[in-house]
């Protein structure tokens, strides 16, 4: 199991952390050779969730030879809160002759929650939960989500991608607060690998 908070970190977690470091490594030592720059989006919602905390209101993503990087800001992300659960879907699509996103990586919005990565068909799950190194971090002090999916994730040979993000904050049942980046279901534009 994947937690937020790494009160139960399994040892396929730690092996993911591990490898992701070593990729960024790579990438660094990679980057002094040859500056060529990730290529990289961000992207703006306006504040039109503002019943929930979690209000989107950026996404940036990066996408170079390591992990595909996502930074997600939301209006006042806290590590605990009473104002019930909430998460953030971010799916991606890495293949353009399958229709739609072909992962999505969902987590819970309070420190601690599980976050699981699985591949999808037609936005919906189509495989167990994925053992490919990928992390999700909660920074409530500076109100963002840091997500990593590493490439064997992604698709060794994938040079393009786009993502798709959605808040769902469900403190009032009978009142979901869904905020989509964007229009529902639209995706970033497609980024090549930098
Ligand atoms: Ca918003
Ligand atoms: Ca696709």
Sequence with gaps: MHTTDGRTTPRRRRRGIAALAAGAVAATALGTAAPAAAERGSYTDPADATASLNDLRRVTVAHNDGPLRLRVRVTDLRATS???PAGLSVWVDTDRSTRGPD????????????YQLVRTTGWKPSSEVLTCPYSVRL???KDVVDL???RPCLGGDTDEVR???LMDDRFDPSHPVRDWLGARRSSTPWLDRG
Excluded: M, N, Y
């Design 103 to 114: 992962l999505r990586l969902g987590t819970g919005l309070q420190s601690g929650t599980d």
């Design 82 to 84: 009473d104002g019930g």
């Design 163 to 165: 993502v798709a993000v």
């Design 139 to 141: 920074r409530p002090v």
């Design 148 to 150: 990593r999916i590493s």
